[in-house]
């Protein structure tokens, strides 16, 4: 009778052990699952803020209505960020109540909790709202008056300089420059061969009026 008694034993304290690691495994699974999610809050949270300024260059026109989902959204996405922080310092607090045997659920924990996802979906929304209102700017037909105009000013020369005053513009006229005056050896020479024309001029004469006598 011993012996089926103790393997019966066993096989309930097999049983138990059994039970205590599936327990501790889906305790386990459960928490990991939790601290992901939170991550990955973080994670797009970040990503967004960084997006965000990218796709406010985008737009044609930023308008207060533009400014409002983009400054709403970048709060939104912050105050997630800033949230989970939050929780997991808060964590800490209560897994110590809970060794200690306190094993009520944490008020503080289900605001943040709810403040977290309810702040990331907000967000989620004014960018998807955002994006709308930017891509929309860029479907708008293009106004061929508005284009014509401009480039006739082009091709007429014109320039606008816009509301700012034209002083200091005379900086950009060219230098006059001044007239080149005669070197002293060029005028010398000149000199020297004027007199020997003269004299060879001269010269000429005489041997005609000699050849008449």
């Known amino acids: ?56 260059a985008k737009a044609e026109e930023i308008s207060s209505g533009v400014l409002v989902l ?13 949230t989970v922080i939050a929780v997991y310092r808060r964590n800490a607090v209560y897994l110590a109540k809970v060794v200690k045997g306190d094993v009520g659920s944490d008020s503080h924990l289900e605001i943040l909790d709810k ?12 960018t998807f709202c955002l994006s709308i209102v930017i891509g929309y700017q860029k479907l708008q037909p293009i106004n061929l008056e508005d284009v014509m105009s401009k480039d006739s000013s082009i091709q007429h020369g014109q320039v606008s300089f816009g ?5 200091g513009i005379s900086s950009m006229a060219p230098t006059p420059q001044a007239p ?12 020297s061969s004027q007199s020997t024309g003269g004299s060879a001029s001269g010269s000429g004469s005489t041997s005609s009026s000699a050849g008449k006598k």
Not at 115 to 126: A, D, E, M
Not at 163 to 167: G, I, R, T, W, Y
Request: glycine content about 6%.
């Open 1 to 56: 009778m011993v012996g089926p008694v103790n393997n019966e034993e066993r096989q309930h304290a097999v049983d138990d052990l059994k039970g205590v690691e599936y327990y501790s495994a889906l305790v386990n699974a459960w928490i990991a699952t939790n601290q992901e999610a939170s991550k990955t809050l973080v994670t797009l949270s970040v990503v967004a803020i960084g997006f965000l300024p990218t796709l406010l």
């Open 163 to 167: 509301d700012k005053s034209l002083n």
């Open 115 to 126: 403040t977290t996802y309810f702040s990331f979906s907000v967000g989620v929304v004014l």
């Open 180 to 191: 080149q005056s005669s070197s002293p050896t060029a005028s010398s020479s000149t000199g």
């Open 70 to 82: 983009y400054g709403t959204a970048m709060f939104a996405f912050s105050i997630c960020c800033i």
